[in-house]
């Protein structure tokens, strides 16, 4: 699978949206996007995951560049409920391959 | 989405003893489970792939004699950790496979702790 980079830490104001970045510059063509998070001391969450074409669900949006190199996902008004560490992962779909987690994005949603 | 539960959510134990943890799948049928690994701060490992009927794919470094995985239905599977020490004590995850939608779910984890 590809790696990504992510930053280490971001903040945002409750209420506003989260924009976090993901960088997958070595994707391949057959690889997916997929997000997921990880609130304190649960196991990790699905958000939304996406080939190359913008994706919404009623948790988040993403965003795919159209190199797909990099993605953002979006949470259009962050709560505070929304503080967790987000990863971005790229794998092939369709499969139960392994996921490989980096080391994600802690994000501090604050009042 | 899919439901998958883990068993216990904590346990505590002494050093030199066994610990299982188990892992469903509620409402979906799953071929092949994950067990995962998370040390405070850290990022979650991956310890080994787990087949229904076969025997578990272990990550390089994993030992699979003091990590024993079973997965003997399609709903449960099972890691043992045998022997437990104190540098065992960590957050173990368990995810799974479901083949009718091509997604993978997680379970809350277990937190173990060995005195």
Redesign the interface.
């Known amino acids: 699978d590809a790696k990504t980079t992510q930053p280490p830490s971001m903040d945002c104001a409750e209420g506003r949206a989260a924009n976090l970045p993901c960088n997958h510059s070595t994707i391949s063509g057959n690889e997916y996007v997929y997000w997921?998070r990880?609130i304190h001391?649960?196991?990790?969450?699905?958000i939304i995951h996406g080939l190359k074409n913008n994706e919404t669900n009623e948790m988040a949006s993403l965003i795919i560049t159209e190199d797909r190199k990099s993605s953002t996902l979006i949470l259009p008004h962050a709560t505070l409920r929304d503080t967790a560490v987000y990863?971005c992962i790229v794998r092939v779909?369709?499969?139960?391959s392994?996921?490989?987690?980096?080391?994600?994005t802690r994000l501090q949603v604050t009042l | 989405g899919a439901v998958v539960s883990q068993h216990p959510s904590r346990v505590i134990c002494k050093s030199g003893t066994s610990v299982k943890i188990e892992c469903r799948s509620l409402d979906f049928q799953a071929t092949t489970m994950f067990w995962y690994r998370q040390f405070p701060k850290q990022s979650l490992m991956l310890m080994a792939t787990s087949n229904e009927g076969s025997k578990a794919t272990y990550e390089q470094g994993v030992e699979k004699d003091k990590f024993l995985i079973n997965h003997a239905s399609l709903t449960l599977s099972t890691l043992t950790v045998t022997s437990a020490h104190p540098e065992d004590s960590s957050f173990y995850i368990c995810s799974a496979w479901d083949t009718s939608i091509n997604e993978q779910f997680f379970g809350p984890g277990t937190r173990l702790t060995v005195l």
Not at chain 1, 41 to 46: D, N
Not at chain 1, 93 to 96: F, I, K
């Open positions: 997921y990880q001391s649960q196991g990790p969450q699905y990863y779909t369709g499969t139960a392994k996921l490989t987690f980096g080391t994600g």
